[in-house]
């Protein structure tokens, strides 16, 4: 257990490419201040984001450069942190031994970044490893971020689409509504089957999981039904699990009909560590109407389609492949709002009588735990590292 006898948070300007979100809102400076926390933000930390210095200054943040918040701050809070980029490797030798850094790591994809990261001393928590457990949900980053990319989806693959999505009945005759068809109904597949239906699109959709068909329905969209087994799709931390690649040449099969009949197809399967699977073909996008749109939210994982490349738009006969890449920093206002709450509560959870408490008794804690005095701590990573299990 360690003792922090008073809090300063640190929140430094993102300076990964196209970053734009900032990890702390002026309303929630006021929210740890009033926990006990004061607050040093980079000047020009919220521009890109839409959050003025002078609206921070207003909730009672302090301006500082970059050199005074990380010397000055016992916390560093981040939306990308531990990263491999040159700038992360120059911040590196700003932080200090028992200094705490809390955002997005990205631990199972890049766990040599964590190693890296392990050598500076400071202590470091990875949000993606929230567990998912009734008390965490207001810490979930995954799942605020992943709210905003598939409603951010819809909207690129509407604006793509050289037809409009609702069906229209004018004195020049009646548009026949798009038919989309959502991968995946996660909390990204969820919110893409909601936003398409806003727009008034005709929206199936497909989860392995088929304990997920009335949340699909709900939502007024049309569960696709597969006769493949697909055994246990989750793991026993919630998320998603690798089915094989037997079973996903079959789902490949069966969905080629579907797809086909799709004008938009918005894949959102991720498998946490792991490449995403392919689950579209090169030949199941040919086989769709020219002009249709394929939105690959998977894309930094590998891609949900055989075709897709991270960051690019490619085309394949007469179909054009999105592949998406870090959707909420195109909307980084709401974004950060959503992320800013997310963080604050994570932080609020281990302020004790206006002290910060590490302790690894709280199974949040414990989840998120990535990197301390000087080592890994997490199994999971150091396992992925080929390092012997950890002691502490």
Known sequence: MTDTPSIIIGVPRETSPGETRVALVPAVVAVLAKAGAQVVIERGAGDASGYADAAFEAKGATLASRDEVFGRASVILGVRVAGSDAASREDSQRLRRGQLVIGMADPLGDPEAIRAFASTGATLFALELVPRITRAQSMDVLSSMATIAGYKAVLMAADSLPRMFPMMMTAAGTITPARVFVVGAGVAGLQAIASAKRLGAVVHAYDVRAAVKEQIQSLGAKF???????????????????LGEEFYRKQRELMAKV?????????????????????ITRDMVEAMAPGSVVVDLAAERGGNVDAT??????????VRVIG?????????????????????????????????????????????????????????????????????
């Not at 246990?232 to 699990?241: H, M, S, T």
């Not at 086909?260 to 699977?277: N, W, Y």
């Open 224 to 242: 696709v039904e597969l006769p493949v087994e697909a055994g246990n799709a989750e793991d026993k931390g919630g998320y998603a699990r690798e």
């Open 259 to 279: 797809v086909a009949e799709s004008d938009v197809v918005i894949t959102t399967a991720m498998i946490p560590g792991k490449k995403a699977p392919v689950l």
């Open 309 to 318: 490349r991270a960051g690019e738009t490619v085309w394949v006969g007469g």
């Open 324 to 392: 998406a890449v870090n959707l909420p920093a195109a909307m980084p206002y709401h974004a950060s709002q959503m992320y800013a709450r997310n963080v604050a509560a994570f932080v609020q959870n281990m302020i004790k009588d206006g002290a910060l408490v590490v302790s690894t008794d709280d199974e949040i804690v414990r989840d998120t735990l990535v990197a301390r005095d000087g080592d890994v701590v997490n199994a999971a990573i150091r396992e992925r590292l080929g390092l012997t299990t950890a002691t502490a």
